[in-house]
């Protein structure tokens, strides 16, 4: 197969990975059309709206909401059914996702300052928070644990999950999963139709404080447009995978880390890069070795085709420089001194250090959330967390010294700005009495 392969020594680089790197996070206008026109449709009629969405484009009707209800029986059920070994997968999955999440947990603090005044800050957990969880062409039980775990942890009250369930196939691996996060209501809808009624609140399903999780091109456009009415957590793109390699992993490892990425969609994103010609030039012809035995084979082939690209650097510096660019959602560090590259690595989702860390693992087994930054933002943004489930809010209690101190240089800056009821708010307390009834 054809995969691009380029330098970044050649006078036109920049332009040639900003052509790689080019991708449209936006929906097309189409696609928000049809997304504003069903949020609208549940928000005014609530269950009626999701009855008709749900028999038009999951092909399966019911006579009311509750129908789309799972039971806890049910999802116990679904975890007594699956084999022991599944069983044990889906528990040290979770335990371990558990054990780290549990580190990021923060505690609310204060501190009295010179004038005794007490100031501080209070964390409390989100009371109601919605998971979407991908169902269709996939099952992700994976998806269930990374995000509800932390949520769990956090201390959220009340966890809604939905989950499409086109023709009425449901996944007995995603129930059990369920079962074991601790998942407060599952309903069976999905697409725009779902973030709609958690967002907003329907007859039967009660709108939550925050949305989380990925789903298609017509989830995303929805959570864009009821977010200030919900929280989110993010708006994710396609997979993708950055492997820098020195050469001195193995060849096969890296080619399967690329097809690990690519065989999600055909428009995720396998990019290596690497200092050794040799190396890039032996990654080319084992992918081409191996392309033809995968059972994804299409969908890899047209990723990397498409999407993909080996790219040949001048040195460890010059790699780096570049990852920081690209600023990936995975990040693998196959080289033999992982530690010391990773110093220079300002932007990514999550960074997976030395050869036998395959991002895979990250996907399923290894403890923080696969849930990550893509399409550049990890610029800016972080992997979803215990920190995604939980608010601040600020202390302040003044003493009577403190507002004395503190008034008359309120008062001046209220005044600046025209605000007199300011201004005399901080002046009648700076006269230091006690106010009376």
Sequence with gaps: MSMRQISSIADDFPQQLDELLAWDMSTSSDVDVVVAEIIAEVRTRGDEALLAYTKKFDRVSAASVSEFEISHDRLAAAWAKIDSSAQQALEVAASR???????QVEASWSFTDDLGNQLGQRISPIERVGVYVPGGRAAYPSSVLMTLVPAKVAGVDEVVVTVPTP??????????????????????????????????????????????GP??????????????????????????????ADGTTSVEWAVLDLFSQAEHDSSAQSILISPDANFIKAVADKIDA????????????ESLASRGALIHCADAQDAIAIANRIAPEHLELAVADPEEWAKGIRHAGAIF??????????????????????????????????????????????????????????????????????ALAARVRGQGETPSA
């Design 167 to 212: 023709d009425g196939v449901v996944n007995d691996m995603v129930l059990a999963a369920l079962h074991l996060a601790g998942a407060d209501q599952v309903f069976t809808i999905g697409g725009a139709q779902a973030v709609a009624a958690m967002a907003y609140g329907t007859q039967t399903i009660q709108k939550v404080d925050k949305i989380v």
């Design 97 to 103: 996702i558990r054990q780290f999440h549990e580190k």
């Design 353 to 422: 250090m030395g050869a036998h860390t395959g991002e895979t693992f990250g996907d399923y087994i290894a403890g923080p959330s696969h849930v990550l930054p893509t399409f550049g933002t990890a610029r800016f943004a972080s992997p979803l967390g215990v920190y995604d489930f939980q608010k601040r809010s600020s202390m302040i209690h003044m003493s009577s010294k403190g507002a004395a101190h503190l008034a008359t240089q309120t008062d001046l800056l209220a005044t600046s700005e025209g605000l007199e009821a300011h």
């Design 215 to 244: 789903g298609s091109a017509f989830v995303a456009a929805a959570k864009k447009q009821v977010f200030g009415q919900v929280g989110i957590d993010m708006i994710a793109g396609p997979s993708e995978v950055l492997v820098i």
């Design 290 to 301: 191996m392309l033809p035995s995968m059972q994804r084979s299409e969908i890899i082939a």
